[in-house]
């Protein structure tokens, strides 16, 4: 799996003010893992940030697929 970095840049943007930290806290990850991760354009995600997005994702009616490519 791996990041779609522009997609969660824009969802960052519009639903938390383009707060990164809000984002981060909001699906339970350290906000400097997740800064490294969509400055990589989305490599190095790993299964905690997938896994929160997922959730933030079914939480708030969002089709992760959109947020997260499947390779």
Do not use: S
């Not at 707060?19 to 790993?46: M, P, S, Y």
């Amino acid at each position: 799996m791996k990041i779609n970095a522009k997609a969660v840049n824009e969802l960052i943007k519009i639903k938390f003010n383009n707060n990164q930290t809000l984002f981060a806290n909001e699906i339970n990850v350290d906000r400097t893992h997740l800064n490294r991760v969509l400055k990589a354009n989305g490599n190095g995600g790993g299964a905690v940030i997938c896994g929160g997005i997922i959730k933030y994702c079914e939480d708030n009616n969002l089709n992760y697929k959109d947020y997260i490519f499947l390779e």
